[in-house]
């Protein structure tokens, strides 16, 4: 016992060296229809450099069996739970995780799933800019890699260079789970008008959202809302998050 | 608790069946049942990478793995259960909106569906017509840019007339930072597509879905249906048949006919039902007669009709004569550039010859229309002729040609009509640019040795009967 906890205070310091501390600022997501929902605060928080890594996921693996593959409850996870698993690089990004098995790695690991503020937020950076994303040439990098064939060698590549945060690869290489990535409640055609969610429209409706021509928000958004806490896709991963230093 | 109870009743008491979905251009067989059934149809959502045009790749986004997605035909009065699955190497959620449903989204909502899920809902086709379907997945223009439509005809309780063949046309426009042509995996330029600039608009997803090999085809005497859909996501179709009359087109897909026209405006997002008769052969060509996208663009597909020819219904050319006043331009115009040195007269006549006769089919540069259009510019196979057959060249622009031919590796199989009106010096002008220009070289055609060639040719029915 006394061994685990060693291992594990060693696995816990390893994954803190790859976690850098992003500054608090404010942040417009891509919905918000009224003017207060248009300049959000973000306060300082710590975010992996890297999303988590086949190798440390297989530590987790070890230290907590319950979420291995052939043990793991139909309920926190679908069929296809790390199919993938053996065949990807220690390297690779892990994939076919469920947002359960991702909540509770962070837990394990000493943080949280980032807010999709916070991801959203650290992910409008690119070498250096701290919010690049109604830039042309920063939107068509991301949507390249939305328009690139998905396949297991693909999570081989190195992703989005760092930020001037020091975070990678939150672009070109996988989707991330984040904490409240069904807040949105939207539906993928919400042009129903008169709900609760006229967010996430199409057409004419799009106009409430804040940033029209940043496409690769929207299909981030899109994703999310598509998903369910069980969902495993083959190119959805994550990285954890911390409160940062008050 | 009652009508629940009915209705389910009703629901299960149909005669189940699975519809059976086609490619383009194919269209599934005419429903002959007289009474309504429960119809499952199973779409699968499909990313991968296609041919946009010769040598041009792209990220198409797919109902069932092909631009337009897999026809679906259903009957008035079906119920039809629907399953969309969302391939698991997909990268991006769908959902599909037809235009068929009556009830809120067209069924989008309820069909949005994750990579690696499947949805199911139901719906009944209450209204007969050919409705367009398409994602509708935020952001919605782009999943539809990328290929995501297709169509649905919900044959109605009558069917139409019986003709011999039905053929599935659905046009859409493309966006690439790249105009038309430039090689390689072009991206999907989200600029050119807010801008409405497309650099493609083509049928079936590629600029060379419906030609040469692929064509469609029919036969002399036989009456033909086109199933025309236009995805958009931006640009209203002009849809014509170049030398054909459309005798009946339901409208925007609709339940009444329009009789004997010649041009048809679709929608983004519409369709319409198009008939006509074949009569007399040839190769008739489907465009977009906002004209530059056909010619330009790539909306230009290919219709072989084999058979007879009807010589009442079209003669062909009958007789090629001096036309006076065009020869006072041109030899005003030549005095006018007589000054210059000899080389610069014939160069500039023979731009000016080519440009007139040649270029609408083979380009302003020679470049051609791939698999339409053979190039002239760096072309082996005319490099060929006019060093080592040189007689065959002058029969190629004097008489046209039909048939195979191969340049430059790619195969075509169309039709050139003659080149009519020149004279044995400008042929021998325009012929000599031509192969001494855009890095084609053989030695030059003289006026005399023309005279020759042409004489030399085999006789035809035209010359047999003698206009000399």
Redesign the interface.
Request: with cysteine; net charge neutral.
């Given at each position: 016992m006394g061994h685990l906890s060693a291992a594990l205070l060693l696995s816990v310091a390893q994954l803190s060296v790859h976690r850098v501390s992003v500054p608090e600022g404010r942040f417009a997501p891509l919905f918000g229809l009224e003017a207060k929902q248009r300049d959000l605060p973000v306060a300082r928080f710590e975010l992996d450099v890297r999303p988590v890594s086949r190798a440390s996921f297989n530590r987790f693996l070890a230290a907590m069996p319950v979420w291995r593959r052939d043990r793991i409850a139909t309920q926190l996870a679908?069929e296809?739970y790390l199919a993938s698993f053996e065949r990807l690089s220690p390297g690779m990004p892990v994939v076919e995780v469920s947002y359960f098995a991702a909540r509770a790695y962070c837990a394990w690991a000493g943080g949280r799933l980032p807010t999709t503020l916070e991801w959203e937020y650290a992910a409008a950076a690119d070498e250096t800019r701290r919010d690049a994303s109604l830039s042309?040439d920063f939107?068509?990098r991301i949507?390249?890699w939305?328009?690139?064939?998905?396949?297991l060698e693909a999570l081989d590549g190195t992703g989005s260079p760092g930020n001037v945060y020091g975070v990678e690869a939150l672009h070109g290489l996988i989707?991330e789970w984040t904490e409240d990535f069904n807040a949105q409640l939207?539906?993928?055609?919400?042009?129903?008008s008169g709900e609760r969610n006229t967010n996430?429209?199409?057409?004419g409706g799009?106009n409430g959202s804040a940033r029209r021509?940043d496409?690769a928000a929207?299909?981030r958004?899109?994703?999310r809302?598509?998903?369910?806490p069980r969902?495993?896709?083959?190119?959805l991963g994550f990285r954890c998050a911390a409160k940062g230093p008050s | 608790m009652l009508l629940p109870f009915i209705l389910a009743l009703a629901a299960a008491a149909l005669p189940e069946e699975s519809a059976q979905l086609t490619e383009p251009p194919l269209v599934p067989p005419v429903i002959t049942r007289t009474t309504p059934a429960m119809v499952t149809v199973n779409l699968e959502v499909i990313?991968?990478?296609m041919q946009l045009a010769d040598g041009v790749d792209y990220?198409f986004w797919t109902f069932g793995g092909t631009v337009p997605g897999r026809f679906i035909r259903v009957r008035e009065g079906d119920t039809v259960e629907f399953w969309l699955a969302n391939n698991?190497?997909?990268?991006?959620?769908h959902?599909i909106?037809l235009h068929a449903v009556t009830g809120?989204?067209g069924g989008?909502?309820s069909s949005?569906?994750?990579?690696?899920?499947k949805s199911k809902f139901s719906f009944q086709v209450l209204n007969p017509g050919l409705y367009v379907y398409h994602c509708?997945?935020?952001?919605?223009g782009?999943h539809i840019a990328n290929g995501m439509y297709g169509l649905i005809y919900v044959q109605p309780k009558k069917a139409l007339p019986k003709v011999d063949h039905e053929y599935y046309v659905m046009q859409g426009d493309f966006y690439t930072?790249a105009d038309f042509g430039v090689k390689g995996l072009q991206?999907?330029?989200?600029?050119r597509a807010?801008d409405e600039r497309p650099s493609y608009v083509v049928f079936n997803g590629s600029a060379l879905s419906l030609v040469g090999d692929k064509a469609l085809s029919a036969k002399v005497g036989e009456t033909i249906r086109l199933f025309v859909g236009n995805g958009g996501p931006n640009m209203v179709s002009s849809f014509h048949v170049i030398g054909e009359i459309f005798d009946h087109v339901y409208t925007e897909g609709g339940s009444r006919a329009q009789d004997n026209l010649q041009t048809t405006l679709i929608p983004a997002g519409g369709s319409a039902i198009i008939e006509f008769s074949l009569n007399t052969d040839g190769t008739y060509l489907l465009v977009d007669h906002s004209i530059f996208r056909a010619f330009n663009k790539g909306a230009l597909a290919q219709l072989k009709v084999d058979g007879a020819s009807n010589k009442a219904v079209y003669s062909g050319k009958e007789l090629d004569t001096t036309y006076l006043g065009d020869e006072s331009v041109a030899t005003s115009l030549k005095a006018s550039t007589s000054r210059q040195a000899p080389q610069a007269v014939v160069a500039n006549d023979g731009r000016s010859l080519f440009t007139r006769n040649c270029s609408m089919c083979h380009q302003p540069e020679g470049q051609g229309l791939a698999g339409v259009f053979p190039p002239l510019a760096n072309s082996d196979f005319l490099n060929e002729m006019a060093n080592h057959r040189r007689g065959e060249f002058v029969q190629f622009v004097l008489r046209g040609k039909t048939g195979k031919i191969t340049v430059n590796s790619v195969d075509y199989n169309g039709v050139m009509t003659p080149v009519a009106g020149l004279d044995d010096a400008k042929l021998a002008t325009v012929m000599t640019w031509v192969s001494n220009t855009w890095g084609n070289k053989a030695p030059p055609y003289t006026e005399s040795e023309v005279k020759a060639l042409r004489e030399a040719l085999p006789a035809t029915p035209s010359t047999v009967g003698g206009h000399e």
């Amino acid at each position: 016992m006394g061994h685990l906890s060693a291992a594990l205070l060693l696995s816990v310091a390893q994954l803190s060296v790859h976690r850098v501390s992003v500054p608090e600022g404010r942040f417009a997501p891509l919905f918000g229809l009224e003017a207060k929902q248009r300049d959000l605060p973000v306060a300082r928080f710590e975010l992996d450099v890297r999303p988590v890594s086949r190798a440390s996921f297989n530590r987790f693996l070890a230290a907590m069996p319950v979420w291995r593959r052939d043990r793991i409850a139909t309920q926190l996870a679908e069929e296809r739970y790390l199919a993938s698993f053996e065949r990807l690089s220690p390297g690779m990004p892990v994939v076919e995780v469920s947002y359960f098995a991702a909540r509770a790695y962070c837990a394990w690991a000493g943080g949280r799933l980032p807010t999709t503020l916070e991801w959203e937020y650290a992910a409008a950076a690119d070498e250096t800019r701290r919010d690049a994303s109604l830039s042309p040439d920063f939107a068509q990098r991301i949507l390249d890699w939305y328009a690139a064939p998905s396949s297991l060698e693909a999570l081989d590549g190195t992703g989005s260079p760092g930020n001037v945060y020091g975070v990678e690869a939150l672009h070109g290489l996988i989707w991330e789970w984040t904490e409240d990535f069904n807040a949105q409640l939207a539906m993928s055609d919400s042009r129903q008008s008169g709900e609760r969610n006229t967010n996430f429209t199409c057409g004419g409706g799009s106009n409430g959202s804040a940033r029209r021509e940043d496409y690769a928000a929207f299909m981030r958004y899109a994703l999310r809302a598509s998903l369910t806490p069980r969902a495993t896709l083959t190119n959805l991963g994550f990285r954890c998050a911390a409160k940062g230093p008050s | 608790m009652l009508l629940p109870f009915i209705l389910a009743l009703a629901a299960a008491a149909l005669p189940e069946e699975s519809a059976q979905l086609t490619e383009p251009p194919l269209v599934p067989p005419v429903i002959t049942r007289t009474t309504p059934a429960m119809v499952t149809v199973n779409l699968e959502v499909i990313e991968k990478v296609m041919q946009l045009a010769d040598g041009v790749d792209y990220m198409f986004w797919t109902f069932g793995g092909t631009v337009p997605g897999r026809f679906i035909r259903v009957r008035e009065g079906d119920t039809v259960e629907f399953w969309l699955a969302n391939n698991p190497n997909n990268k991006l959620p769908h959902n599909i909106d037809l235009h068929a449903v009556t009830g809120p989204g067209g069924g989008a909502a309820s069909s949005f569906t994750a990579p690696g899920h499947k949805s199911k809902f139901s719906f009944q086709v209450l209204n007969p017509g050919l409705y367009v379907y398409h994602c509708a997945t935020a952001p919605v223009g782009m999943h539809i840019a990328n290929g995501m439509y297709g169509l649905i005809y919900v044959q109605p309780k009558k069917a139409l007339p019986k003709v011999d063949h039905e053929y599935y046309v659905m046009q859409g426009d493309f966006y690439t930072d790249a105009d038309f042509g430039v090689k390689g995996l072009q991206p999907f330029s989200m600029r050119r597509a807010i801008d409405e600039r497309p650099s493609y608009v083509v049928f079936n997803g590629s600029a060379l879905s419906l030609v040469g090999d692929k064509a469609l085809s029919a036969k002399v005497g036989e009456t033909i249906r086109l199933f025309v859909g236009n995805g958009g996501p931006n640009m209203v179709s002009s849809f014509h048949v170049i030398g054909e009359i459309f005798d009946h087109v339901y409208t925007e897909g609709g339940s009444r006919a329009q009789d004997n026209l010649q041009t048809t405006l679709i929608p983004a997002g519409g369709s319409a039902i198009i008939e006509f008769s074949l009569n007399t052969d040839g190769t008739y060509l489907l465009v977009d007669h906002s004209i530059f996208r056909a010619f330009n663009k790539g909306a230009l597909a290919q219709l072989k009709v084999d058979g007879a020819s009807n010589k009442a219904v079209y003669s062909g050319k009958e007789l090629d004569t001096t036309y006076l006043g065009d020869e006072s331009v041109a030899t005003s115009l030549k005095a006018s550039t007589s000054r210059q040195a000899p080389q610069a007269v014939v160069a500039n006549d023979g731009r000016s010859l080519f440009t007139r006769n040649c270029s609408m089919c083979h380009q302003p540069e020679g470049q051609g229309l791939a698999g339409v259009f053979p190039p002239l510019a760096n072309s082996d196979f005319l490099n060929e002729m006019a060093n080592h057959r040189r007689g065959e060249f002058v029969q190629f622009v004097l008489r046209g040609k039909t048939g195979k031919i191969t340049v430059n590796s790619v195969d075509y199989n169309g039709v050139m009509t003659p080149v009519a009106g020149l004279d044995d010096a400008k042929l021998a002008t325009v012929m000599t640019w031509v192969s001494n220009t855009w890095g084609n070289k053989a030695p030059p055609y003289t006026e005399s040795e023309v005279k020759a060639l042409r004489e030399a040719l085999p006789a035809t029915p035209s010359t047999v009967g003698g206009h000399e």
